[in-house]
């Protein structure tokens, strides 16, 4: 029977860890958010974007690597259980600069 709990506790805690930031599915943003700025205005947004997706895109992979470390010694995924997972905002981020370039694209704007 300990073993039945052992097993199950294990696989919760598996299922649990953080994504590494190339493994999550990007936010599906419409394009049409973007296509009302001009090509100047899109390519600082998609700077900054970039930017902003590179630093959460490093904490997630931090988050998953501490959830790895975790799991090993204690047996439980700690970045994730203390809010480490970033998860949502790595999505979020790659649906912004997919709907940038997208906008960039349709309006024929210069590849920055």
Do not use: H, W
């Not at 029977?1 to 943003?29: E, F, G, N, Q, W």
């Not at 904490?59 to 439980?76: C, E, K, P, R």
């Not at 700690?78 to 709907?99: I, P, R």
Request: aromatic share 4%; glycine share 8%; charged share 15%.
């Amino acid at each position: 029977m300990k073993i039945r709990y052992a097993s199950l506790a294990i696989l919760l805690a598996a299922t649990s860890c953080a994504k590494r930031p190339d493994a999550i599915v990007p936010v599906d943003i419409p394009m049409a958010a973007y296509t009302g700025s001009s090509c100047p205005v899109l390519a600082a947004e998609l700077v900054k974007e970039q930017q902003n997706l590179a630093t959460v895109s490093k904490q997630q992979n931090d988050a998953a690597t501490g959830d790895a470390v975790g799991v090993f010694l204690i047996g439980v995924p700690t970045s994730s259980t203390f809010g480490g997972d970033k998860e949502g905002q790595v999505a979020v981020s790659k649906g912004k600069v997919q709907a940038i370039q997208n906008a960039m694209r349709s309006k024929n704007c210069a590849a920055g």
